[in-house]
């Protein structure tokens, strides 16, 4: 698709982005306000924080979700598109998210104290066994199945707490 000046895109800021590989796309910016001086991707890219300390902390995340389809956001996020056919992107933001990952990514920073980043040839250059798509695809249907889990989780651990706090009330306040 053609981007013009009127075309709405999600707008991602690094804060939107979190250490647990879930992306706010809920800003929405025309394409003239975005359309320089941010790092352009599109939906199923992962991005992947390039400076310290939002890498070393696992910024990250699937870009699911864009408005058209299209996102800008952030310069300090590297953007990896998945290839079709042969990567899986929750596959993809996975091995971006392991520890050791992280680690080699740490030790490949490049700048001074304070603004280290990841440079992006130690992306291009970073060599990985590709297991074979379907079991990609069943991968990402276990972290998609362990997500809903852990959300319905967290959704009764907060209706917990309500129903703690409105008998803590009932009784002390």
Same mark, same amino acid.
Request: proline letters at 5%; a neutral charge.
């Given at each position: 698709r ?5 075309v709405e895109?999600s ?6 982005v979190?250490?647990?590989g879930?992306?706010?796309?809920t800003v929405?910016?025309k394409?003239?306000?975005?359309k320089t ?15 310290t300390?939002c ?5 990250g995340a ?6 058209n389809g ?5 310069t300090?996020?590297?953007v ?5 056919g042969?990567t899986n ?9 392991f520890?050791?990952?992280?680690v080699? *990514?740490?030790?490949?920073?490049t700048? @001074?104290?304070? !603004?280290?980043?990841?440079?992006? $040839?130690? &992306? ?7 297991p074979?798509?379907e079991?990609?695809?069943q991968?990402?249907?276990?972290v *998609?199945?362990t997500d809903?889990?852990? @959300?319905?989780? !967290?959704?009764?651990?907060?209706? $917990?707490q &309500?129903?703690?706090?409105s008998l803590m ?5």
């Open positions: 053609r981007l013009g000046s009127g895109v707008f991602v800021p690094m804060p939107a979190t250490e647990h879930e992306i706010d796309v929405i910016k394409y003239d306000e975005v001086g941010f790092t352009y991707f599109a939906e199923n890219d992962v991005l992947f924080a390039k400076i300390p890498m070393e902390n696992g910024k699937v870009a699911k979700g864009l408005h299209i996102g800008f956001g952030s300090e996020f590297h990896l598109r998945p290839i079709s042969v992107p929750y596959w993809l933001y996975t091995l971006t998210a520890s050791q990952f992280r080699d *990514a740490a030790n490949n920073m700048g @001074s104290a304070g !603004q280290r980043r990841v440079p992006a $040839t130690f &992306l291009e250059n970073y060599r990985v066994s590709v074979p798509l079991l990609q695809e991968f990402a249907a276990f *998609a199945q809903k889990s852990k @959300s319905k989780i !967290q959704k009764s651990l907060e209706e $917990t &309500l129903l703690f706090d009330q009932k009784y002390f306040g």
